[in-house]
Structure formats: structure tokens, C-alpha cells
């Protein structure tokens, strides 16, 4: 994929094209709220977000900070060259099913180690 041309940003504003690559992983200095099926189902002000060139932030929040009770381990695993493998976790409140809508890092490379049980939101 080539590069675009970069567009006029306003204070504030990132591009993924300015993010790194390999991928950098960073506190994130405010609180992250989860909301599905009109739950919060996630609040943290220990989240973390991972910056790729060419891919929109990931925001990663402790697994003790997201509500157990609407995670089921889902069968989808994936590979990150940067990460390790990654498994998947499916939503399910009220009637709402949402199938590998969330991923962890059980066992992530050491530069990722701080998402350690931490999960994504997808």
C-alpha cells in the first residue's frame, strides 16, 4: 500500500500514517468507558492504545476492568508479528450476541507486555 498524501490537521488530530512501525504502545491519560447493548461493560483510567502505521488506534483496557459476566472464550486466534497470538473473546448481554468482538494477548511479546490480560474492544 503506498502512501497517501498527508491532509492539513488540526491541533488535536493524528494521521496513521505518522504512527510507527514496528507499532508503540502507550498509557493512555484518561479514563476508557465501554458501552454494548446500552451497558457499560468496560471503565478504566488503566487502559493502554497501540499505534500502527496505516491502522486506526487499538485501546486496550485490564481484563479486571471489563465485566466477566458477558465474555465467552470464542474459537477465532490470530498472529501478530509485533504482539504474538491473539485470542478472541465474544459479547453476549441482553439478547445481544457479538461474535470474536474483543481479543487479548495472553502470552504477548516482551515489547507488549503491559496489554498482558488486558482486552480490545474490536
Not at 487499538?58 to 476492568?65: C, G, L
Not at 465485566?67 to 497470538?85: F, I, M, N, Q, S
Not at 481479543?103 to 482486552?119: M, N
Request: include cysteine; charged fraction near 30%.
Amino acid at each position: 500500500m503506498s502512501r497517501p498524501e498527508r491532509p492539513h490537521l488540526e491541533p488535536g488530530q493524528e494521521w496513521v500514517w505518522d504512527y510507527p512501525r514496528p507499532p508503540r504502545v502507550e498509557a493512555v491519560p484518561r479514563r476508557l468507558r465501554v458501552v454494548y447493548a446500552g451497558e457499560t461493560i468496560a471503565d478504566t483510567v488503566r487502559g493502554y492504545r497501540v499505534l500502527e502505521t496505516s491502522h486506526p488506534p487499538t485501546w486496550y483496557i485490564p481484563r479486571e476492568d471489563v465485566r466477566a459476566d458477558v465474555l465467552e472464550p470464542h474459537a477465532r486466534r490470530t498472529y501478530c508479528e509485533w504482539k504474538g497470538e491473539a485470542v478472541y473473546w465474544t459479547l453476549v448481554l441482553n439478547g445481544n450476541r457479538s461474535e470474536a468482538a474483543a481479543w487479548s494477548y495472553p502470552d504477548p511479546t516482551p515489547a507488549f507486555e503491559v496489554i498482558r490480560d488486558h482486552l480490545e474492544r474490536g
